[in-house]
């Protein structure tokens, strides 16, 4: 395994390796492994969490935030008169 800092490249690190992988890229790399890991931590111990929460008879639901949403009284306009009234439409050639 190739270490450059905070990244360990553990395939082989050849020439395209290093034609891809410039310092200028790396640094990139470096820089969003530092600020989004914290985030991705989070994110994949909650997942852990709602996988142990679903094993023990938990079902999964809507969360709380769009309630307001599903709660509603909303109804559509109504059906265009093209859409009342519709034909098959072929619209491709008979395969045979």
């Not at 905070?6 to 820089?31: C, D, H, M, N, S």
């Not at 809507?62 to 009342?84: C, M, N, V």
């Amino acid at each position: 395994a190739t270490t450059i800092d905070e990244l360990a490249f553990t395939r082989p690190y050849g020439e395209q390796e290093k034609q891809i992988l410039t310092a200028e890229a790396v640094e990139f790399l470096t820089e969003l492994v530092t600020h989004f890991t914290p985030q991705r931590n989070k994110l994949l111990a909650a997942r852990i969490q709602q996988q142990q929460d679903i094993d023990n008879g938990t079902l999964p639901d809507f969360i709380s935030e769009t309630a307001s949403i599903r709660d509603t009284d909303w109804k559509i306009r109504g059906i265009p008169a093209d859409l009342q009234d519709r034909r098959v439409e072929i619209t491709g050639p008979v395969e045979r």
